[in-house]
């Protein structure tokens, strides 16, 4: 969510008296980058073809997804011995590139393996600092430090994708960034903003 004039939305009417309201991008749904070979792939194989493409890029079940199509295809180019069984792969989930990224490599292979996760999982801290700056810089005029509730299973499963997303936050915007944790985050946002709609002045 971002603050917006209400001037500027066009969606909804306001009390005269109503200056700004909370926007919710649902940045998921954002198309404007569409990826490549293996983000098209995977989203063709998913329940909702051409929809929540972003989230396809960055949300961890997605990442073990993408990971696992990424080894299949270094291995029929010859980058993976066709000896390393893959299978472990398979449905792999945040939870199992968190253990790629953990576990020392034993081999060439199993390097190869752990460096297509980590460019998997670094591109998608690169989008998410995107989207996120895009937000923080857009506040019309509010000053207060921009808090950030980022919880899921991208942020609690992979190593250290918090602690590098807020750095990479805070060199990319003046703003001062304060991380927040609440549970059931999402439903208090949702009402605070249906409050804000209720409201006779914001």
């Known amino acids: 969510c971002y603050r917006e004039k209400c001037s500027n939305v066009r969606k909804a ?3 005269p008296s109503a200056k700004f309201d909370l926007i919710n991008t649902e940045s998921g749904c954002f198309d404007g980058y569409r990826g490549g070979e293996f983000d098209h792939m995977l989203d063709q194989s998913s329940e909702l073809p051409n929809d929540h493409l972003f989230e396809k890029m960055v949300g961890g079940k997605y990442l073990g997804e993408l990971t696992e199509i990424a080894c299949k295809h ?38 190869i393996v ?5 460019q998997i999982v670094h591109r998608a801290q690169i989008l998410l600092c995107s989207n996120l700056s895009a937000l923080i810089e857009k506040q019309n005029g509010c000053f207060a ?25 805070q060199k990319q915007t ?16 949702t009402a605070l903003a249906a409050s804000f709609h209720l409201s006779t002045e914001i």
């Open 13 to 15: 009417k306001y009390a």
């Open 74 to 111: 270094a291995q029929s180019d010859g980058l993976i011995s066709d000896a390393f069984d893959l299978s472990s792969m398979q449905n792999a989930t945040a939870k199992k590139v968190s253990e790629i990224l953990s576990n020392e490599p034993q081999n060439n292979d199993e390097r």
């Open 114 to 118: 752990q460096q297509l996760s980590m």
């Open 145 to 169: 430090p921009a808090l950030l509730s980022i919880e899921g299973s991208t942020a609690e499963k992979i190593p250290n994708f918090k602690k590098t997303l807020l750095e990479s936050l």
């Open 174 to 189: 003046a703003t001062d960034i304060e991380c927040v944790s609440a549970d059931h985050a999402v439903l208090f946002g």
